[in-house]
C-alpha cells in the first residue's frame, strides 16, 4: 500500500513539474481594457525559435531536405502541413481558452480586426517535444510568448507586454513503451503544440481578468 501512494505522489509530482508555466506583466499597463467589449489578435511568427534551431527557417530547411532525400516531395509536404497548423490548429487553440476566460471580464468571446486595442501574440520559441518513453518520461512540448498590447489604430506603441514561459500542454498524451504506440495523437507534434497554445491562451485571459479587477 504504501508502494503504490509513493507510486502515485511521484506521478502527481512529475504532471505538476510538466505542466507548470510561469506568465507576468512585464511592462505596462492594461487598464485601457476596462469597458472594452472586444480585443483583436494577431501572431507573429517571424522570430520564432523551433527547438535547437535558432529560427525557423533553419529548423523547416533541415526538415525538408532531410524527408526529401528519403522520399522525394515529402518534405515539402510536411512542411506546408507545419505552416498550415498555425491557423489551423494553434491559433483557434489559443483563442478558445482565452475568450472563455476573458468572458469574465465583459469581453465577447470573438477576435475583431475592428476593436480598438490588439494583443499581438508573438511566439519566441516552440519545442516539439519528443513521443516516445525513455526510462519513464518523456520531454514535453513547451511555448515562450511574448504578447504586446497595441492600439490597433498606432501599432507601433506598445501599451503592455505580458511574458508567457514554457507553456505546456494541460495533459500529457500517452507515449509508446517498447515501440508500441498507446495513443497514435502523441505523435503528432502540431497537436502537442497546439495544446501549448491553449495552457498559454487561458493563462493569459486569467492574468488579464485578475489585472482588469
Known amino acids: 500500500m504504501k508502494k503504490q501512494c509513493f507510486i502515485i505522489m511521484i506521478g502527481l509530482l512529475l504532471f505538476t513539474a510538466n505542466t507548470i508555466s510561469a506568465q507576468k506583466l512585464i511592462s505596462g499597463d492594461l487598464s485601457v481594457l476596462k469597458g472594452q467589449k472586444v480585443v483583436n489578435i494577431t501572431y507573429d511568427y517571424s522570430k520564432m525559435a523551433v527547438g535547437k534551431f535558432a529560427t525557423e527557417a533553419e529548423y523547416l530547411q533541415k526538415g525538408i531536405d532531410d524527408r526529401n532525400a528519403k522520399k ?53 520559441f516552440v519545442e516539439q517535444g519528443v513521443e516516445t518513453v525513455v526510462m519513464g518520461t518523456a520531454k514535453s512540448a513547451s511555448i515562450d510568448l511574448m504578447i504586446d498590447l497595441i492600439e490597433t489604430s498606432a501599432p507601433d506603441k506598445v501599451l503592455a507586454t505580458i511574458e508567457v ?39 493569459i485571459g486569467k492574468l488579464i481578468c485578475k489585472q482588469l479587477k
Open 165 to 203: 514561459d514554457g507553456a505546456k500542454p494541460k495533459s500529457t498524451p500517452k507515449m509508446s513503451v517498447g515501440g508500441v504506440s498507446v495513443n497514435k495523437t502523441a505523435y503528432d507534434a502540431s497537436l502537442r503544440i497546439a495544446e501549448c497554445f491553449e495552457s498559454a491562451g487561458k493563462q
Open 72 to 124: 522525394p516531395g515529402s518534405g515539402d509536404e510536411w512542411a506546408a502541413k507545419w505552416n498550415a497548423a498555425k491557423a489551423e490548429k494553434c491559433q483557434p487553440a489559443f483563442e478558445e481558452d482565452f475568450y472563455k476566460q476573458v468572458e469574465d471580464c465583459g469581453f465577447d468571446a470573438k477576435s475583431d480586426p475592428a476593436a480598438k486595442y490588439t494583443l499581438v501574440v508573438r511566439v519566441a
